[in-house]
């Protein structure tokens, strides 16, 4: 079985910056390749940044420039930082592995 557990969130004024984390517990092969999801209130969930086993990454253009994904292996961990944060970025902020995600944890960008 693979368990996610996001943490992180809160809220943040615009411009500001927060890191958001992904415990993964549970056989995950390491080719899996791991993603941050997000869904705004009202809207469906959307992608937003993708990490594949070789480091290699992808940004959904609404965030590219402003979050970077990463990985601790050594902690089963995975990172979303995000920095230039904007209004439209508030949302529940999920991971996911192959098909399980975790229950998500709650950013807002606020003045």
């Known amino acids: 079985q693979v368990q996610l557990v996001e943490s992180g969130g809160g809220l943040v004024q615009p411009g500001g910056s927060l890191r958001l984390s992904c415990a993964m517990s549970g056989s995950i092969p390491i080719i899996y390749v791991k993603a941050w999801y997000r869904q705004a209130p009202g809207k469906q969930r959307e992608w937003v940044a993708d990490?594949?086993?070789?480091?290699?990454?992808k940004y959904a253009d609404s965030v590219k420039g402003r979050f970077t994904i990463s990985r601790d292996n050594a902690r089963n961990t995975i990172y979303l930082q995000m920095s230039s944060l904007k209004p439209e970025d508030t949302a529940v902020y999920y991971c996911?592995?192959?098909?399980?995600w975790g229950q998500g944890t709650q950013v807002t960008v606020s003045p």
């Open positions: 996911k592995v192959a098909d399980n």
């Open positions: 990490i594949a086993s070789s480091g290699y990454t």
